[in-house]
Nanobody, 124 residues
Framework: QVQLVESGGGLVQPGGSLRLSCAAS????????MGWYRQAPGKQRELVAA???????NYADSVKGRFTISRDNAKYTVYLQMNSLKPEDTAVYYC??????????????????WGQGTQVTVSS
């Protein structure tokens, strides 16, 4: 089995920074796209940023220029550097993997895996 463990959430003042980490563990051959989603109270879960195995990224318009997603393929870890945080960034942030290869010959896959979530609160 594969597990995702997130860390780095917390309380920060507006304009501050946080760095989220999400490490995948288990029997892993490779991981396709890794991403961060967030869900604020009373709202739907939304994509914040994603990065594929080649390093291509995409961001929600609301975080462009403030957040940076990166990954360490050797450690099966994805990061989200969040700068210039705003109160509207307050949410539970979830790590996601769209596809992970856990076996070869024959190939075996796991799809749409989620971390447990980490709370980010931006408040003075």
């Amino acid at each position: 089995q594969v597990q995702l463990v997130e860390s780095g959430g917390g309380l920060v003042q507006p304009g501050g920074s946080l760095r989220l980490s999400c490490a995948a563990s288990g029997t892993i051959f490779s991981i396709n796209t890794m991403g961060w989603y967030r869900q604020a109270p009373g709202k739907q879960r939304e994509l914040v940023a994603a990065i594929n195995s080649g390093g291509s990224t995409n961001y929600a318009d609301s975080v462009k220029g403030r957040f940076t997603i990166s990954r360490d393929n050797a450690k099966y870890t994805v990061y989200l550097q969040m700068n210039s945080l705003k109160p509207e960034d307050t949410a539970v942030y979830y790590c996601n993997i769209d596809k992970v290869i856990i076996g070869a010959a024959p190939a075996r896959y796991l799809y749409n895996m989620w971390g447990q979530g980490t709370q980010v609160t931006v408040s003075s």
